[in-house]
């Protein structure tokens, strides 16, 4: 397809509009919608892996609007009532598809990497330090992802001429993308299909750890799953009769077929960890992963000052090293814990916001009450640890008693149980009053006794 038919095409498709839609849609989305991706560790634009994934999430909505878009221009030459005319000039119908389909992919790639753009732009202004092509697969495929959907619909169109046509694929196509969708809840993805089924969907999950990308089979297996449904596609575009039409469907089962085999069965191989993302980088004791390398130079003062804290504190006890966690979250799961590191999770607004005293502070709360509960970027586990992290950090750094920032619960409800906690825990000798720190540590990293009764002597609140 030369430029002037390029040209010619773009007057005349809906492929502009398709592309349009594509970047209107995907910026709004990501711009005015509230959700994970605006906000915390898993900005959209805070890391590169997260701004594909992220895009690649937007395909929910994304691809059922390429496929009934595709769908409306294969019913074009009906519309015109010009089908009968163009099969009886001597152009083969493959070069007609060949510019038809060639159009709205350029269209729907172009608006796609112009989203991309954007969050490149926003990435490289930010402060990502660790800088990788990683994320680059996972985009690629997005970006076939929307024109097999696409070229998928023309076909359909084309074949069954109907003006429910295009808004019937789109809901299904909406439909059959919302069913096989992955969820990232629990530790590993799940959903309602078995994982290599889901695995079909060209949007992913909701990220929720920006250490993690897709596997290399997930890549491998989508991408010929996707070629498979864009040669459907073409050779419905080009069929000419009802054998056509059947023997076109071949391409869509050979390469689902492929794509089962390939695809994971396990869900715990659908996301791996990126290996130089999770890279130690230290500053002496504190260590953060290369993702989050940025963060270094100011958790670095207030990491040492928690450790030499703890240490006074829990003797022998006391963690030794500030660590990032990277192991996989689960939503009200068991979070992962250690005896000799202080464990931070970024993805917590305790951490992600802090700097300076407040992330001393909460470095404490954490290092004398490890979280037995995993929490999302939203909670900071349940009322009770956060009373009981605010409140041995309090009596380590002698200050007032607050709650420490960004946990979730509201300041009536964290008063009316940090209080009498404090009160009744002040006015004890001194040495008793470290016993039951000491307690209230070794029931928080152990999570076998309720950490929060060691504050009271056994008294569950």
Not at 95 to 106: N, Q, S
Not at 126 to 132: L, M, Q, R, S, V
Request: proline fraction near 6%; aromatic fraction near 6%.
């Amino acid at each position: 397809m030369n430029l002037r038919i390029l040209r010619i095409e773009l007057r005349r498709s809906v492929a502009p509009w398709a592309g349009a839609v594509v970047v209107a849609f995907a910026l709004a989305f990501l711009h005015l919608v509230p959700g994970a991706w605006s906000r915390g560790t898993t900005l959209w634009t805070a890391q590169w892996t997260s701004m594909a994934l992220w895009t690649r999430f937007l395909l929910l909505f994304l691809w059922p609007l390429a496929v009934g878009l595709g769908a409306l221009q294969g019913l074009r030459d009906h519309r015109s009532k010009t089908a009968e005319l163009l099969a009886s000039t001597p152009r083969p119908a493959r070069h007609r598809a060949a510019a038809l389909a060639g159009t709205t992919a350029f269209a729907l790639v172009s608006a796609f990497g112009l989203v991309l753009l954007v969050g490149a732009v926003r990435v490289l202004a930010g402060d990502a330090a660790y800088t990788h092509l990683g994320w680059l697969p996972v985009s690629l495929v997005g970006a076939l992802a929307l024109v097999a959907g696409a070229v998928l619909g023309m076909g359909v169109g084309r074949a069954l001429p109907s003006v429910l046509t295009p808004p019937a694929l789109a809901v299904g196509a909406f439909v059959a993308v919302s069913l096989l969708r992955q969820t990232t809840d629990a530790a590993v993805p799940s959903s309602a299909a078995p994982n290599r089924l889901a695995l079909l969907s060209p949007a992913v999950s909701e990220v929720r750890q920006t250490v993690f990308t897709l596997s290399a089979s997930v890549h491998l297996g989508q991408t010929l799953w996707l070629l498979g449904l864009a040669a459907t596609g073409f050779a419905l575009l080009a069929a000419a009769g009802p054998r056509a039409r059947l023997l076109a469907f071949t391409p869509l089962l050979a390469g689902g077929a492929v794509a089962l085999l390939l695809l994971p069965a396990d869900p715990r191989a659908t996301y791996v960890v990126d290996r130089a993302a999770v890279t130690q980088v230290c500053d002496g004791p504190v260590c953060v992963t290369a993702a989050r390398q940025a963060r270094l130079a100011g958790m670095a003062g207030p990491g040492r000052e928690a450790l030499r804290l703890l240490r006074g504190a829990l003797g022998d006890a006391a963690p030794v090293t500030v660590r990032e966690t990277t192991v996989p979250r689960e939503l009200l799961g068991e979070a992962e814990r250690s005896r000799d590191a202080l464990l931070v999770d970024f993805g917590d607004e305790v951490f992600g916001g802090a700097s300076g005293e407040r992330l001393t502070r909460a470095l404490t709360g954490q290092g004398l009450v490890p979280l037995c509960h995993a929490r999302s970027s939203a909670e900071s586990g349940t009322l009770e640890e956060a009373v009981a992290q605010s409140v041995a950090a309090a009596w380590v750094l002698g200050g007032e008693l607050r709650p420490l920032d960004g946990t979730m619960y509201t300041l009536k409800d964290w008063n009316a149980m940090a209080r009498p906690v404090w009160e009744e825990l002040t006015a004890l000798p001194g040495p008793e009053q470290r016993q039951r720190i000491g307690a209230l540590h070794a029931a928080a990293v152990s999570c076998t006794d309720f950490p929060f009764a060691a504050l009271t002597a056994g008294r569950v609140q």
